[in-house]
């Protein structure tokens, strides 16, 4: 097997397996998807392939799980948090990560949380509104914080997915990527 297909086929197991997490019970929101498009972006010799690999694994469970109406919004929050991986993490540090991290899941609850917002008979259409559902969006439900779940999971999952990835390319030197300016 040549260098490139190691490095690819590691990649896919270590996010087709992150994305199965998905599936098995777990807190709400508290899922690997803006870690693996992290990831992904950050890791990928294809880039194209950083950001298919993550939304194919989210199609399919998506189909086992079910959709709902604002499916589109979570998607493309995703693809936006791919470009903020592509943008930040081209020298991945622990730094970096973290912030690319953090700034993914606002970046997700403020998009998804608009939508839920948009056109709602719920909230009224009003900067107070929008405000109202933001505040919801942060409250707890059954001891859930949607938004805190959503942020430990994206900083667990990249911890998890960088850390790992790192340590491999350690042990196993085919797996570091060539960088042409070192």
């Known amino acids: 097997m040549k260098p490139l ?3 690819l086929t ?3 197991i270590l996010i087709l397996a992150t994305a199965l997490f998905r599936l098995v019970p777990h807190w709400y929101n ?10 992904g972006a950050a890791s990928f010799d294809r880039k194209w392939l950083g950001l298919f690999v993550p939304l194919a694994a989210m199609l399919l ?3 086992l799980i079910g959709f709902h109406n604002s ?3 979570v998607y493309i929050s995703f693809a936006l948090v791919w470009l903020i991986g592509l943008w930040s993490l081209q020298r991945p540090s622990a730094g970096r990560i973290a912030l690319a991290s953090v700034s993914s899941s606002i970046l997700f609850f403020l998009i998804t949380n608009f939508v839920v ?3 709602s008979s719920f909230y009224p259409q009003t900067a107070a ?3 109202g559902c933001y505040v919801a969006g942060l409250a707890f439900y059954n001891g859930t914080s949607f938004f805190l779940n959503g942020l430990l999971g994206d900083l ?3 911890a998890v997915l960088f850390g790992s990835y790192y340590l491999l390319q350690q042990r196993f030197t085919v797996l570091r990527p060539v960088r042409l300016n070192d």
């Open 117 to 119: 917002w948009y056109g």
């Open 30 to 39: 508290f899922t690997p998807v803006a870690a693996l498009a992290l990831f």
């Open 10 to 12: 590691l990649l896919t």
């Open 71 to 73: 499916m589109g919004a």
């Open 129 to 131: 509104g929008l405000m």
């Open 5 to 7: 297909q190691i490095r």
């Open 156 to 158: 667990f999952f990249s």
């Open 61 to 63: 469970s998506d189909t």
